[in-house]
């Protein structure tokens, strides 16, 4: 008993240092009534911190720490990423990459995500998709129709909708005789990579919208949601979600 009431006076001590005040008392096994405080929870918790800290030699319990935000929950992380270093998470990268080839999901190692659209699109639309040398379109129809297909992905880092860049459509002075394609089909993913529009686009369109880049040689379009009520703009969203299984 006479330990329990060392303690105790030991607390309220270890209290007044901190300059806490007379009214702020500390939960002991000798004081266990309610503290009708209702930030002293908080602060209970901290000097407890900080009481062990000054026994053990770790300065993270500072007083200046005393009354500090509850640090934030950890991000989730479902593949346990954090727990690989640089190279090993580069390693990752490229072997999702291999294996998405191996599933004819992306036809190359660049960013997936121009490979993934034109497949959906092809998927939804019954098209055949052009050999990667060819020019102008990634896609055509069976009775000729030419598609170009352009993916974004906008995040948080970086919300543009701007697509890369469009050539072919010739200059502000001079379009030219026959477009490159007949319809410009955008799609936008959500940072998870599930569909969250699309839209298939009249190269005519396409080309009274955009803007000239000069320094690109070619013509900026930004999949704005206006782009969905322009006159001959096709909503593909359901159909390109359906070939992506969602």
């Known amino acids: 008993m006479v330990g329990l009431e060392a303690r105790a006076v030991h607390e309220r001590q270890h209290q007044a240092r901190l300059g806490l005040g007379e009214g702020l008392e500390l939960e002991t096994p000798a004081c266990t009534e309610p503290i009708p405080n209702a930030h002293v ?3 209970h918790d901290r000097v407890d911190d900080i009481h062990r800290a000054s026994h053990t030699g770790d300065q993270t319990g500072s007083h200046a720490e005393v009354g500090a935000a509850r640090p934030a ?8 990423l954090r727990a690989h270093s640089v190279p090993g998470l580069l390693q990752l990268y490229v072997g999702v990459l291999d294996r998405l080839r191996e599933l004819t999901i992306v036809r190359s190692a660049n960013n997936p995500v121009s490979d993934y659209a034109e497949l959906l699109v092809a998927r939804a639309l019954g098209l055949d998709l052009a050999p990667q040398s060819v020019a102008g379109f990634d896609a055509t129809a069976s009775d000729g129709t ?9 995040t948080l880092q970086n919300p543009s909708r701007q697509l890369s860049a469009i050539r072919g459509l010739g200059t502000p002075e001079a379009a030219p005789v026959r477009p490159p394609f007949d319809y410009l089909v955008g799609v936008l993913f959500d940072p ?11 190269v005519t369109v396409v080309r009274a919208k955009a803007s000239w880049t000069p320094h690109v040689n070619g013509w900026r379009f930004i999949l704005r949601d206006s782009v969905w009520s322009l006159p001959g703009v096709i909503d593909l969203t359901e159909p390109v979600r359906t070939a992506a299984g969602e």
Do not use: C, L, M
């Not at 929950?73 to 346990?80: G, Q, R, T, V």
């Not at 998870?192 to 009249?202: G, K, M, N, S, Y």
């Open 146 to 154: 030419r598609y170009q297909v352009k993916g974004r992905r906008p």
């Open 41 to 43: 929870s908080w602060h």
């Open 192 to 202: 998870d990579f599930t569909v969250h529009r699309a839209a298939q686009i009249p």
């Open 73 to 80: 929950d950890p991000i989730e992380d479902p593949f346990s």
